[in-house]
């Protein structure tokens, strides 16, 4: 597999589950990012982990929960969610230092909450 | 605050009609911008990163440029394959963040 890849592509739940997303970088990158894309809006930082520690935290509630284990794998863990939180949650993943810091993206996990 | 600003909102044109989107941007000083397609239900799709006013970069049918305050995205004779939402984006020097404009809508009409 090459780029980014994140599973499910598409998750309904409640707002009393709890639920991850996964995401894996096959681009020998050292930072990884959560974004959170809403219609109309554009796309909202949400963690940054850089060389496996997290660096960028965007006021993000602490229903949203980021874990990364290693450098190429990153996970969103959802607890209690609200139907605001209803969204495309993108992960994405670049190579620190070095000029511009182009970001690759995944397809993208489409989140509902009922 | 950094900011980026896209425009027009939307766009619609005739296969073979040639357009410029535009990304206006403030940033306190610049590491890199960057031009993104997305297309409906899909992650944005890299497409150039440019480092410096004067500097161009081509892609088959787009070309984008950039100034001190704002970066282009010639479409030239654009097909219906084209059509997509165009996402611009900033990075400052010395820091990771990059900040999105709210992109553009393309429509090409056969």
């Known amino acids: 597999e090459t780029g980014v890849t994140q599973t499910p592509r598409h998750l309904v739940m409640g707002m009393t589950n709890k639920k991850s997303l996964k995401c894996e970088q096959h681009l020998g990158h050292n930072a990884m990012y959560w974004y959170k894309q809403s219609a109309k809006k554009p796309l909202e930082l949400m963690f940054v982990y850089s060389l496996e520690e997290r660096v960028e935290n965007n006021s993000v509630p602490s229903r949203f929960s980021p874990e990364c284990p290693n450098s190429s794998h990153l996970f969103l863990h959802l607890h209690t969610l609200q139907p605001e939180d209803s969204a495309l949650y993108l992960c994405?993943?670049?190579?620190?230092?070095?000029?511009?810091?182009?970001?690759?993206f995944g397809e993208g996990s489409w989140l509902t909450v009922v | 605050e950094d900011q980026v600003t896209q425009s027009p909102e939307a766009l619609r044109l005739q296969e073979g009609e040639s357009s410029s989107l535009n990304c206006s941007y403030t940033v306190s000083g610049l590491r890199g911008l960057f031009w993104y397609r997305q297309d409906p239900g899909k992650g944005p799709e890299f497409l150039f990163t440019l480092y410096s006013a004067g500097e161009e970069k081509e892609k088959e049918r787009l070309k984008a440029t950039l100034t001190k305050k704002e970066s282009f995205l010639h479409i030239t004779a654009p097909k219906p394959e084209d059509s997509a939402t165009y996402l611009c984006?900033?990075?400052?020097?010395?820091?990771?963040?990059?900040?999105f404009g709210t992109g553009t809508k393309l429509q090409v009409i056969p």
């Open positions: 984006a900033v990075q400052p020097l010395g820091y990771q963040k990059v900040t």
């Open positions: 994405a993943s670049s190579q620190v230092r070095g000029p511009g810091n182009t970001i690759y």
